[in-house]
Structures are given as C-alpha cells and as structure tokens.
C-alpha cells in the first residue's frame, strides 16, 4: 500500500490526516510544532516533528517514490515551493500541494515540470 505523507498540519492539513487514516490508508503527518504533532499522533500511522523545508530530514523520513505528498500549507510560497523542489529530486512522482492564487499555482507548476 502506498503511503499518504502530509506537510503542514494546519486545519486543513490536521484535518486531511484525519479523514485518510480513517479511511483507512497509511498516513504521515509532518509539522514543526510540537503542539499539533501531539494532538495528530493518535490520527495518524505516525507524526514526526520536522521542519518540511530540510531535505536532510525529508529524506531521513524515507519519503520514496511511490508515496502522494501533499503539501497542504499554501501562505508560504517560498517554504512550499522549496519543499516541492526537494521532493521533485527525491523522484517522488505524486507531489500535491495547495495553491492560494493562480501566481503560485504557475510556479508550483514550473518547479514539477519534468526535463
């Protein structure tokens, strides 16, 4: 089974992990705030405290190919797009990442085009 990996646990993020590992999948949850790392790990397969912008750290994680990661923070365009990067030269293939304007959504779409 693949795995979900979630960064950012915002209330949409909180919220995602929730819902998938009801469902039933295997759910990452990733957040540099302790707090909410805390009140997640008991809705999630496992909640790591990390900050998702270190690719030394996302790749200690395991992230691999086959996993979805999404990115589920959008306020940040620098933090979101950096991680995006990482993950692209990680090779994972299914990267999702919430967009809050056109203009990000553009250089999302840049960062994950394939050469």
Do not use: C, W
């Not at 949850?29 to 900050?51: N, Y």
């Amino acid at each position: 089974m693949r795995r979900v990996v979630v960064i950012g646990l915002g209330i949409f993020g909180f919220n995602l992990v929730k819902d998938l590992y009801e469902k039933g999948l295997e759910v990452v949850a990733i957040d540099k705030s302790k707090d909410i790392v805390q009140k997640i790990k008991d809705f999630s397969t496992k909640a790591i405290l990390a900050d998702g912008t270190d690719k030394d750290v996302m790749e200690s994680i395991g992230i691999q190919e086959d996993d979805v990661v999404i990115i589920s923070f959008g306020e940040d365009l620098a933090a979101s797009t950096l991680i995006t990067l990482h993950l692209k030269e990680m090779k994972v293939k299914q990267i999702i990442v919430k967009a809050p304007n056109e203009d990000h959504k553009h250089v999302l779409e840049k960062v994950g085009q394939r050469k």
